[in-house]
């Protein structure tokens, strides 16, 4: 069963940076991703990376956020600059062993809803 525990949440004002860590219990997945849960609003994928690195974001978030990982680390990382209040909420970190095909390869797309593991998420609060 693999474990994911996020930190770096917090507070910060419109126009600042914060960098969310991923901690996964081991590195055998193909797709991990970032989600958020704006409060009152349902969960809404932010951005998604695969085994070879490769990656894709929500509309809201492009130019904005970074995903990484750290493979030797078991570790993926939100890098997130210039926030805006509606980027508050808690951020979920998810990983699957597969994913969804298309044109016969696996691909690992931002929102995917096959995500099996999760972690307990962490609140970035973003005020004006």
């Known amino acids: 069963q693999l474990q994911l525990t996020e930190s770096g949440g917090g507070s910060v004002q419109a126009g600042g940076s914060l960098r969310l860590s991923c901690a996964a219990s081991?590195?055998?997945?193909?797709?991990m991703a970032w989600f958020r849960q704006p409060p009152g609003k349902e969960r809404e994928g932010v951005a998604s990376i695969d085994n070879d690195g490769r990656t894709d974001y929500a509309d809201a978030v492009k130019g904005r956020f970074t995903i990484s990982k750290d493979n030797a680390e078991s570790a993926l990382f939100l890098e997130m600059s210039s926030l805006k209040p509606e980027d508050s909420g808690t951020y979920y970190c998810a990983a699957v062993h597969g994913g969804p095909v298309r044109g016969g390869e696996l691909y690992c797309p931002v929102g995917y809803d096959g995500m099996d593991y999760w972690g307990k998420g962490t609140l970035v609060t973003v005020s004006t």
């Open positions: 081991d590195s055998r997945y193909y797709c």
